[in-house]
């Protein structure tokens, strides 16, 4: 979300806003229920209603309210209508912001894994000085 944008909400409700525009960038609309967006999120359902009212009421978004029957409805439909935060989401894309590199080729075997293992140090410490018996190491009274 553009820095704009988002001095205008709580880091809750950020974060439900993130998660539509996660689900914006990845299918044009976000039709999750408000316990979804909030479990994802981390938030409870009245932060994500709490932020959803905002944002529209700014103008970022719009709500399609899908009625089944008189007393039974369907998710609604959320879209994002804000210029400056679609920019925003176009520029990061639909893949939440990672940057798109390749990882380093583990294809070829390193320098050590070419070496045959050793089963023994030849009695020589990690730094190549020779271990000292137990005894030498007591300091005597």
């Known amino acids: 979300m553009p820095p704009a944008i988002a001095a205008k909400f709580t ?3 950020q974060a439900a806003l993130a998660v539509i525009a996660f689900e914006v960038a990845k299918r044009q609309f976000c039709d999750k229920s408000l316990r979804e967006i909030g479990d994802v999120a981390g938030v409870s359902a009245s932060t994500v209603k709490r932020a959803i009212r905002q944002a529209r009421t700014l103008g970022f978004l719009t709500v399609q309210e899908r009625r089944l029957s ?3 409805n369907d998710t609604n439909v959320v879209r994002i209508i804000g210029k400056a935060w679609l920019a925003w989401i176009d520029l990061r894309g639909a893949r939440g912001g990672v ?5 380093t080729s583990t294809s070829v075997p390193r320098e ?10 030849g009695g020589r410490t990690l730094k190549g000085l020779p271990k000292e018996p137990r005894e030498a190491r007591r300091v005597s009274p």
């Open 11 to 13: 880091p809750g409700e």
């Open 70 to 72: 008189r007393y039974r």
């Open 99 to 103: 940057q798109r590199r390749t990882g």
């Open 112 to 121: 050590a894994a070419k070496r045959a293992p050793q089963a023994d140090c």
